[in-house]
């Protein structure tokens, strides 16, 4: 892990709300295909946030979101966009299981 400090980033994503685990995986393989169909995977930063403490947060309403970093803004199919807020952020990479992302 590593801490870094983002700047106020755009992203598009693709959010799940529920227990921490496999089901991630399956949304960021969703989300992969969702990124392919509009041409944009070549070369693109790709995160993955959960939102939610599940020590704190009842795990059926913990939010995870896969992201992607664009300054696009239109797209063949429907996504969400926001713009991550600028600051110190928490970077590792994980397994997309439940016991280590809990």
Same mark, same amino acid.
């Not at 106020?8 to 991630?24: D, I, L, M, P, Q």
């Not at 944009?40 to 913990?62: E, M």
């Not at 970093?69 to 928490?90: C, E, M, P, W």
């Given at each position: 892990? $590593? *801490?870094? #400090?983002?700047?106020? +980033?755009?992203? @598009?994503?693709?959010?799940?709300? &529920? ?7 399956? /949304?960021?393989?969703?989300? $992969?295909?969702? *990124? $392919? ?5 070549? &070369?693109?930063?790709?995160?993955? *946030? !959960?939102? =939610?403490?599940?020590?704190? +947060? #009842? !795990?059926?309403?913990?939010?995870? =979101? @896969?992201? /992607?970093?664009? =300054? $696009? ?13 600028? &600051?110190?952020?928490? @970077?590792?990479? /994980? !397994? #997309?299981?439940?016991? @280590?992302?809990?």
């Amino acid at each position: 892990m $590593k *801490i870094e #400090h983002l700047p106020a +980033t755009k992203v @598009v994503y693709f959010r799940r709300v &529920g227990t921490y685990g496999v089901e991630n995986m399956v /949304l960021m393989q969703s989300f $992969k295909q969702w *990124i $392919k169909t509009e041409g944009l995977f070549q &070369g693109s930063t790709i995160l993955g *946030i !959960a939102l =939610d403490n599940p020590q704190i +947060t #009842h !795990a059926k309403n913990c939010r995870y =979101d @896969v992201c /992607l970093i664009t =300054d $696009k803004t239109s797209f063949k199919n429907s996504v969400q966009q926001r713009t991550l807020t600028a &600051g110190s952020y928490a @970077v590792f990479k /994980l !397994a #997309h299981t439940e016991k @280590v992302i809990n």
